[in-house]
């Protein structure tokens, strides 16, 4: 996480939120979400060609994840982070920006726009959780079980988050990545985070947003992994049809972690998208 740093913070009701922007002060503002496991680290390759660009791109570690506050008590809930992002958009002067979010990050987006009044010029949707049923198999496992698995010794929970999120990859993350993603989880306060963001995560944030769907009235691009096994293609294409007008954009040798398996091909999508 060495050459990756968040810069500045803002007070939220849910803990300070770390975020940054970069690129031309006058160029088209874009926002990048994460998704879950993981934080901002995502889109270290894609913020920055974006941003050379000429755009001007704002990043942001959710509540609860990368270097923003993790705490007992936290609510990390989708529900309280489309409200956060609707506060940072106002925190930033931003009244209409194109978004780009990756995994829950499109959940959080979708509720900041349709309960929220947040308005975008342009979203993109990658490999999103937005769709009934989801979370895979250990995401399910673990929300069960998360008294048991707080009590795992930490390099057995590091070994443990360490397989999980290399799994999200199709190529395979260079070892440097992998520690930068995994790193925020380590330690007593990263590893009670982890299990509270899973034990949080519940389906009806999305039943509450999914026929919503229909109404959504700007530019929306969906782009997937074609080798998604977190969140299969078939999700992509049902989230493309329920958008009037949305784009699928597949991702051939790509799996969930596109920003990373892909970045020059899921940026020059975004910048095309961006453009049109």
Do not use: N
């Amino acid at each position: 996480m060495r050459d990756w740093t968040l810069r500045e913070e803002l007070a939220t009701a849910s803990g300070t939120v770390r975020w940054d922007r970069f690129g031309d002060p006058g160029g088209e503002p874009v926002v990048l979400l994460h998704g879950t496991p993981f934080s901002s680290y995502v889109w270290h390759e894609v913020a920055p060609a974006l941003a050379a660009a000429g755009h001007l791109v704002h990043v942001w570690d959710m509540p609860g994840y990368g270097s923003s506050e993790m705490r007992s008590g936290q609510d990390v809930s989708l529900a309280v982070q489309g409200r956060i992002l609707t506060e940072l958009l106002a925190h930033w002067g931003l009244e209409e920006p194109s978004v780009v979010a990756h995994d829950f990050g499109g959940c959080v987006a979708l509720r900041a726009h349709l309960l929220h009044g947040a308005r975008y010029r342009r979203l993109a949707l990658v490999d999103a959780v937005a769709l009934r049923p989801w979370g895979t198999a250990f995401f399910r496992l673990v929300g069960g079980h998360g008294h048991v698995f707080e009590q795992l010794p930490a390099a057995l929970h590091r070994a443990l988050v360490r397989e999980y999120v290399a799994s999200a990859s199709h190529l395979g993350l260079r070892p440097a990545t992998l520690d930068a993603l995994v790193w925020p989880w380590t330690g007593e306060r990263g590893q009670a985070a982890f299990y509270r963001q899973i034990a949080q995560a519940d389906q009806r944030h999305t039943d509450e947003i999914q026929p919503l769907y229909p109404t959504l009235d700007l530019p929306v691009t969906v782009c997937w992994g074609a080798e998604d096994t977190w969140v299969p293609l078939a999700k992509g294409e049902e989230l493309a049809g329920l958008i009037p007008g949305a784009r699928l954009v597949r991702v051939p040798q790509a799996g969930h972690l596109v920003p990373l398996d892909a970045p020059a091909r899921l940026t020059s999508e975004l910048l095309a998208f961006l453009r049109s």
